[in-house]
């Protein structure tokens, strides 16, 4: 576990450099990960240890939200002022993301199986 | 008695340690929930645990700043996990490569309809525009979203508060939404969450099963790097041509 988590670590160190060296608008973690997925693709397969460890931290990805989550505390006033705009704009984008994405998946793959 | 309690809450409070652990506590106590209800979709255990937290944060007086010099040991992992993306996505490459033109028109199609109607229907019911700002990015997963809303010139505190909400949103309206749309497939259903709800729908999807689990996490990698390039560009256009 622990030489697999290293891994991630450097990786996204890298994506950090890189993203931050180059002046990118892309985060470092999302370059890390195109970068390791790049390698994965490369070598043909994915270490078992390397995939228990991410498996393992992708099973809890939602307790990982929480902190941020809990920042609604200093939000409260802001929130409050522009609940309608801000829930209604949520709710409907969301759903109307949800809608748009899975018709036309569906549909691209019906057309082409 | 009462004032050795006090001396150690004092203590206790100024440590990180606290809020690390009543982190992890609430998430158990939502998790099991969550689970004794057969993962009902309105019992998200992220919106339990910031219910519990938030609650317990302002009964005890304690401010967020205190509460995150903790909690923030969980928040930075999701750097890490970003990156271990990599892994449910190489897990679907043979998929990946014989569906790519399917996936990645719907990725573009759903990336966009999350972008702009969000903007859209913020801006139309009169939000101000740090608030447009930081809504941009709400689909894709925190780290992502807060590196974009900083880029833009959001509040990248305010958008990790907006991509919650809308990954519990999404988690909670999904089934209803694919349902009503009857959209059976399971490969669709988990890709247009992980597009919607990043994260926190992916963790949902995987509870649901583990090829929608897969899809969604493919969407939500491939979307917070696709949203991560559209969005600071389309700003910076927009601020240039306007």
Redesign the interface.
């Known amino acids: 576990m622990l030489p697999a988590?290293t891994l991630?670590?450097i990786?996204?160190t890298v994506?950090e450099i890189i993203a931050h060296g180059l002046d990118l608008?892309?985060?470092?973690?999302?370059i890390?990960?195109?970068m390791?997925?790049a390698t994965?693709?490369a070598r043909g397969s994915?270490p078992e240890q390397?995939?228990d460890?991410?498996?393992g931290?992708?099973?809890h990805?939602?307790?990982?939200?929480?902190?941020?989550?809990?920042?609604?505390?200093?939000?409260v006033e802001?929130?409050r002022g522009?609940a309608?705009?801000?829930l209604?704009?949520?709710?409907?984008?969301?759903?109307?993301?949800?809608?748009?994405?899975?018709?036309?998946?569906?549909w691209?793959?019906r057309r082409?199986p | 008695m009462n004032a050795r309690f006090e001396d150690i809450w004092v203590y206790l409070s100024a440590t990180p340690l606290l809020g690390l652990t009543v982190t992890l506590i609430a998430y158990q106590i939502a998790y099991g929930l969550y689970a004794r209800a057969k993962f009902h979709p309105l019992l998200n255990p992220v919106a339990v645990s910031v219910a519990l937290l938030a609650g317990l944060l302002t009964l005890t007086g304690t401010s967020y700043q205190t509460y995150f010099s903790g909690a923030q040991f969980i928040h930075f992992l999701l750097g890490p996990a970003t990156v271990a993306l990599a892994l449910p996505l190489y897990a679907q490459f043979a998929r990946l490569k014989a569906e790519w033109r399917s996936l990645l028109i719907a990725l573009v199609a759903g990336s966009l309809t999350a972008t702009v109607s969000a903007v859209a229907i913020a801006w139309a019911l009169g939000a101000n525009k740090a608030t447009l700002l930081s809504l941009a990015p709400k689909s894709v997963t925190t780290p992502i979203a807060m590196g974009i809303a900083e880029k833009i010139g959001g509040l990248p505190s305010l958008t990790a508060v907006l991509v919650v909400c809308t990954g519990i949103i999404g988690a909670v309206l999904a089934k209803y939404v694919l349902d009503a749309l009857r959209i059976a497939d399971h490969a669709v259903r988990g890709f247009a969450v992980g597009v919607a709800a990043h994260g926190i729908g992916t963790a949902r999807a995987f509870q649901v099963s583990e090829e929608a689990g897969a899809f969604a996490g493919l969407a939500m990698g491939l979307n917070g790097a696709i949203t991560a390039l559209m969005v600071p560009l389309a700003f910076w256009l927009l601020s240039n041509i306007a």
């Open positions: 988590f991630l670590l990786y996204q994506g608008p892309v985060p470092g973690p999302v890390g990960m195109l390791l997925f994965l693709v994915a390397l995939r460890t991410a498996n931290m992708l099973t990805l939602s307790l990982l939200f929480v902190p941020a989550g809990v920042g609604v505390m200093i939000h802001r929130i522009e309608l705009p801000i209604v704009s949520l709710i409907l984008s969301t759903a109307l993301t949800i809608a748009v994405t899975a018709l036309l998946f569906a691209l793959r082409r």
